[in-house]
């Protein structure tokens, strides 16, 4: 057993979290890492209201395991999404960026776990100082949207920097990666790609194959696709879209126009919501209102391929990490063997550093 700060915050076996995906992690991925000792988190910013509902009553259905929602904390329901949360009694709420202090006092009022996710030391300061319970550091190495500093500055960095339990994102797939995470500081770790590549997810098999083909040059980072850096598999589309001149760009914004209105009626938003929507990103991002606009065509080409299984026609979001992954197991599986090499590796650190080590007994993990 490895016991650290997160597993004793989140009542989980093992300190290992699913990290949000959309269109991936519903509640059939969610609550196979749930179930399997994980927490699993339900990814609700491509969700409408009613299907976030209906999703946290099927995950609470299918596990007994605590499991969190992920949510934006700029959605223009977020109160709703809040109220929802607590109301359903689930046990975690995670943002995509920290929320302001009197949504994290709500919720924690509520008795609910909340985790921000953050790119920078400076983040994570901010959202300790407002009362969040845990953060999820991502380094550059991650899937889809990424700031620029790799995993393995990042997470020591703020692991020094915040007194609350650091979770390490952005490249973790086995034991080793788990061990190297605690080594740094951290009190688990946070793994995307590792888990859309599982028999669990409910991604379409031409797409999984897509991701197990890549090698760790296989993606990039492009902001191209809505405006801020995004890690895609490496495409043709993807390419072609990153080289886009001014004129590919323009057409890029009227084909974002005409995907905007079929993802407004997609997702049963009205015009006014996704104005105040765009709004709201552009307050938050500094974007223009062209990159507005690409942003409103990304789960569109999100979509095609998560939900579709389009390839061709659809973006991937991918960490680095999809060019060292060759098999699809379950959750448990997976969960199980990442836990046995982790011992086997903590042991292994345990001869190398002598006997005056070992003789003081199992090391109690940071965090
Ligand atoms: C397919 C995919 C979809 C993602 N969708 C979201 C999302 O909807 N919201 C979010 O906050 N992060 C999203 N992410 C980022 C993950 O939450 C996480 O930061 C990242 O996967 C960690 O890096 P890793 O893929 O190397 O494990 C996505 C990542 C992937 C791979």
């Given at each position: 057993m490895i016991r650290t700060a997160l597993t004793e915050l989140l009542g989980i076996r093992y300190p290992v979290v699913q990290a949000a995906m959309g269109y991936v992690s519903g509640?059939?991925?969610?609550?196979?890492v749930s179930d399997a000792g994980g927490l699993g988190l339900i990814a609700s910013a491509t969700m409408s209201l009613a299907e976030l509902e209906k999703a946290i009553e099927e995950t609470a259905?299918?596990?007994?395991?605590?499991?969190?929602?992920?949510?934006?904390?700029?959605?223009?329901?977020?109160?709703?999404?809040?109220?929802?949360?607590?109301?359903?009694?689930?046990?975690?709420?995670?943002?995509?960026?920290?929320?302001?202090?009197?949504?994290?006092a709500t919720l924690k009022d509520a008795g609910v776990v909340t985790i921000a996710s953050i790119g920078a030391r400076r983040h994570a300061e901010k959202a300790a100082g407002w009362g969040i319970d845990a953060v999820i550091a991502t380094g550059g190495e991650g899937g889809g949207h990424v700031g620029a500093v790799p995993t393995s500055l990042l997470v020591p960095q703020v692991a020094a920097a915040v007194d609350i339990p650091v979770i390490a994102?952005?490249?973790?797939?086995?034991?080793?990666?788990?061990?190297?995470?605690?080594?740094?500081?951290?009190?688990?770790?946070?793994?995307?790609?590792?888990?859309?590549?599982?028999?669990?997810s409910p991604v379409a098999g031409v797409v999984k194959r897509a991701y197990l083909a890549s090698d760790v040059t296989g993606t990039l980072v492009t902001s191209r696709a809505d405006g801020?850096?995004?890690?895609?598999?490496?495409?043709?589309?993807?390419?072609?879209?990153?080289?886009?001149?001014?004129?590919?760009?323009?057409?890029g914004v009227v084909r974002s126009a005409?995907?905007?209105?079929?993802?407004?009626?997609?997702?049963?938003?009205?015009?006014?919501?996704?104005?105040?929507?765009?709004?709201?990103?552009?307050?938050?991002?500094?974007?223009?209102?062209?990159?507005?606009?690409?942003?409103?065509n990304t789960p569109v080409l999100l979509r095609a391929a998560m939900v579709d299984g389009r390839p061709d026609l659809g973006l991937m979001s991918s960490g680095q990490v999809a060019g060292l992954i060759t098999d699809l197991p379950s959750c448990a599986e997976l969960i199980d063997s990442i836990m046995a090499g982790a011992?086997?590796?903590?042991?292994?650190?345990?001869?190398?550093?002598?006997?005056?080590?070992?003789?003081?007994?199992?090391?109690?993990?940071p965090g």
């Open positions: 509640p059939r991925l969610a609550a196979a259905g299918r596990t007994a395991g605590p499991f969190g929602v992920n949510l934006r904390a700029d959605a223009p329901d977020a109160a709703e999404r809040v109220r929802l949360i607590v109301a359903r009694r689930v046990p975690v709420a995670s943002f995509a960026q920290a929320p302001k202090p009197e949504l994290i994102a952005g490249g973790f797939f086995d034991g080793r990666s788990l061990v190297a995470a605690l080594a740094w500081g951290a009190a688990g770790i946070a793994m995307g790609t590792r888990f859309l590549l599982t028999s669990d801020v850096p995004h890690r895609l598999l490496r495409t043709p589309l993807v390419e072609r879209l990153d080289r886009a001149g001014a004129a590919g760009r323009l057409r005409r995907s905007a209105s079929a993802f407004r009626r997609a997702s049963g938003q009205t015009w006014p919501e996704l104005i105040r929507e765009g709004r709201a990103m552009r307050r938050g991002s500094g974007l223009t209102w062209g990159q507005v606009l690409m942003a409103a011992q086997q590796r903590l042991a292994a650190l345990g001869e190398l550093a002598g006997p005056a080590a070992t003789a003081a007994g199992p090391a109690t993990a």
